[in-house]
């Protein structure tokens, strides 16, 4: 299997690289940019190969046909169990545009270092052994009850140390008397008496992760929760007769890296083929890129044949059957010739590693998802050597088999890279683990399990006990810490790269001519004032530019002028000289390619002249009197009132009657005294003013009437009469007067002194009886 595997991945980058020799196009970076590319790394995480620092990918891509072949060597740190992981990736990438790459790498040669085996569940599992309490061999463990009866079916139990080493895949063989002189079969349900349990066979569970009767843990998957320490159980004549568990975990303890490695020096070759793309969204000679790159990574070893969990026991890898799928975002920013920063946010999608029990696959472990964030600074200091730094983090993320003792893992990177050319270099870094399991690992959070040891011999009958396991803020019994967060690595990649474009001498473009619509502007006449051969009052010049680039550059154009502006852009524009005064103003074309306005420019003079022949113009202002609307009682003042357009001047005459205020000004007041009523008095205005032409009209007049003396109506006249004729005189007499509400009656009366007293006695009695009003007649005696 892994020689089918060499023999496809050589004829894969063969066919790549002859493919890279024909696709070969030009390179639009420029040859003064300092910052070179080169593949990542990769390992404890990431997956290496595409363009970037270390292990954080940047915003480059290989350009159009340009490849890179690199082998670097890895060492970093994981936990649980205090692993030192040494890795020699190898991966050739391919630039298929200058916005996409592809790539391939492989993990040739892999060694592991266990530190601490005890804290592992894999180190617990039947085909395993490890020095425990000074004895070599299986070690206790927290596993699933045998069998799928009796009284301790599908709960966890304290499989003590001792058990008999079994082969993968484990089904069948001896799970141990447990400590039972009589056998541990009649307590799980198994017969004959007197004989033990065996393992298996798996059963489905109830998350992704199958069931191991006898082997792995009560929450699912083949591996066992792990013991760090036991006690003697006392029986009642004081003697011990047994041990419990004192620390232990009911879930398993696992490396995400290699889950099943149970070898405390452990070394596999070709463990996996991953391959992906890496796509760059915006420009290629952009300052910010981002985009995304996409992966696949197929594990060469799986758990279908012993050999191949052989080979995930000595650390190759997860053995996912499937392979895992990533997708990772990333993004850059050149913040200065000599610095770039670089982001990263990924998500690594995981299959499940599957087992062969019986011709029958059941899932081993259920895999937690990976999302990791990391940034990366790198500083090109010049074209060969390039400092970088990185902070990377880790997270086990999504629904999985719970890991007693999981570790997000945190790194750093600081190292430099070295380029001999372009197209080859080196590079190397030191690697630390921040936050390795050490003595400040454990929080105060409680961890509590318990767990069900079997019966006891000498009990009498099968009493089981329950022991339960709490700590917090302490490092367990027996746990030991991890000791060494230091990792380092080195790189070497080689490769083509398409030739950058060197300094372009950018040549200048030249105005070549300026045309205006008109040379000489005539400013109007001021304002009251024509000229007979008339002014135009045009102030605005098209002009129309025409320049070349001898390089077909875009041109943008760049006008001066000495007075008035410009509106508009391009060739074509107006220069408006509005308000300009009499003189010569000039005006200046350039254009810019990209440098500036470098080239030939081009002036063109304009006079702004003035109007000759410029007069003052006549007009004729309108004017009109009004006077009083009705007529004016005698001896009352009038009001005539002058309206006319134009700054004029007034002067009044009046027919009769003397102007008694106002004279100069549009409104004067006349006195009537003197006047005759019934007579009329015309008031006359004249007016003068500058600018009024010789045939204007200059007066107008305004007449308003002297109320006349009110004349005597005669109504009637009678001798001596009775009292009744009288009465009707009087009634005859009110009805004319009723009918002018504003009139006033006048009787006399002639004759002696007693006919006259007679007389008014007889009216003042007529008027009374008829209740007419007493005030509108007044009665006088005549001579």
């Keep these: 299997m892994k020689l089918a595997y060499k023999v496809c991945l050589t004829a894969l980058l063969t066919f790549l690289l002859v493919f890279a020799v024909a696709a070969q196009s030009g390179n639009g970076l420029s040859a003064d940019d300092t910052r070179n590319t080169a593949p990542t790394v990769g390992t404890g995480g990431p997956w290496g190969g595409p363009t970037g620092l270390f292990t954080v990918y940047d915003g480059k891509t290989l350009r159009k046909g340009e490849f890179t072949f690199s082998f670097a060597y890895s060492n970093y740190d994981r936990d649980p169990g205090d692993a030192d992981i040494t890795s020699i990736p190898l991966s050739f990438q391919y630039g298929v545009t200058n916005r996409l790459e592809i790539y391939v790498g492989t993990e040739a040669w892999r060694g592991i270092h266990i530190n601490s085996p005890m804290n592992l569940s894999s180190f617990y599992l039947p085909n395993s052994s490890l020095v425990w309490n000074g004895v070599y061999g299986t070690g206790p463990a ?52 007197g004989s033990n349990a065996t393992l298996g066979p798996p059963q489905p569970g109830t998350g992704r992760a199958a069931m191991f009767p006898g082997v792995g843990s009560v929450v699912g998957g083949i591996l066992p929760g792990i013991v760090l320490a036991t006690a003697p159980i006392i029986g009642t004549n004081g003697r011990p007769f047994g041990t419990a568990p004192t620390v232990f975990t009911v879930a398993p303890s696992y490396l995400e890296d290699a889950p099943f490695d149970n070898r405390l020096w452990g070394q596999s070759a070709w463990n996996s083929l991953d391959m992906g793309v890496k796509w760059r969204f915006n420009k290629s000679t952009a300052a910010v890129g981002y985009g995304v790159t996409a992966n696949y990574k ?39 010739s000599w610095v770039n920063v670089s982001g990263n946010v990924g998500y690594i999608y995981t299959m499940n590693p599957r087992g062969n029990f019986g011709g029958t696959s059941y899932t081993m472990l259920d895999r937690a998802d990976q999302f990791m964030a990391a940034v990366g600074v790198d500083f090109p200091i010049n074209k060969h050597f390039q400092p970088i730094l990185e902070f990377r983090t880790l997270h086990y993320v999504g629904g999985h088999t719970p890991n007693a003792l999981q ?38 959070n409680a961890t509590t399990s318990s767990v069900v040891v079997s019966c006891q011999p000498n009990a009498g009958a099968c009493v089981p006990i329950t022991v339960t396991n709490s700590f917090a803020g302490v490092v367990p019994t027996n746990f030991r810490t991890s000791t060494d967060p230091h990792g ?29 619509s008109q040379s000489t502007i005539t400013i109007p006449c001021p304002p009251g004032t024509v000229s007979d051969a008339g002014c135009s009052d045009n102030s605005s010049i098209s002009v129309s ?91 009352q003042s009038m009001t005539f009132t002058a309206t ?83 009465k009707a005189r009087i009634d005859g007499y009110y009805t004319q007067l009723n009918n002018d509400p504003t009139a006033h009656g006048y009787i006399i009366i002639y004759g002696t002194p007693a006919q006259i007293k007679a007389a008014r006695a007889q009216i003042d009695k007529a008027i009374a009886f008829r209740k007419y009003d007493p005030s509108r007649v007044t009665i006088v005696e005549g001579p």
Excluded at 418 to 434: N, S
């Design 142 to 193: 927290i596993v699933l009850a045998p069998g799928t009866t009796g009284p301790f079916s599908n709960r966890a139990v304290f499989r003590p140390q001792g058990m008999p080493n079994c082969i993968f895949p484990y089904t069948g063989c001896s799970a141990g008397n447990y400590g039972l002189l009589t056998g541990s079969a009649t307590p799980f349900g198994f017969t004959p008496a």
């Design 298 to 336: 197929w594990y060469t070893d799986n758990a279908n044949t012993p050999g191949g969990f052989n080979m995930m026991n000595r650390g190759s890898g997860p053995g996912a059957n499937r392979g895992d799928i990533g997708v990772t975002f990333f993004v850059d920013g050149r913040l200065a």
């Design 407 to 444: 570790n997000n893992p945190s790194d750093g990177l600081g190292g430099f890279r070295y380029f001999f050319k372009r197209w080859i270099g080196v590079g190397a870094w030191y690697r630390h683990f921040f936050n390795q399991q050490d003595s400040g690992a454990f929080g105060n």
């Design 488 to 516: 380092f690595g080195f790189q070497f990649f080689a490769g083509m790269r398409t030739p950058r474009q060197g300094a372009v001498v950018n040549k200048p473009a030249n105005v070549d001519s300026v045309t205006l």
């Design 545 to 635: 530019t025409h320049a070349t680039d001898p390089e077909n550059d875009v041109l943008t154009y760049n006008y001066t002028v000495s007075g008035g502006r410009v509106v508009g852009s391009g060739a074509n524009v107006t220069w408006d000289l509005s308000g300009a005064r009499p003189g010569t103003y000039t005006f200046t074309a350039g254009v810019d390619d990209g440098c500036g306005v470098c080239g030939a420019t081009k002036t063109q003079t304009v006079t702004v002249a003035e109007c000759t022949g410029c007069h003052v113009q006549c007009s004729c202002p309108t004017i009109s009197v009004a006077g009083p609307s009705g007529v004016t009682q005698p001896g």
């Design 644 to 726: 006319s357009s134009g700054d004029v001047t007034y002067n009044w005459t009046v027919s009769a009657g003397t102007i008694s205020s106002g004279q100069g000004t549009s409104s004067i007041t006349v006195d009537t005294s003197g006047v005759s009523a019934g007579s009329n008095v015309t008031a006359t205005v004249s007016i003068s003013g500058a600018n009024m032409c010789a045939d204007c009209p200059k007066t107008a007049s305004e007449t308003a009437g002297i109320q006349a003396k009110p004349q005597a109506n005669l109504v009637d006249t009678y001798g001596k009469l009775s009292n009744d004729d009288v």
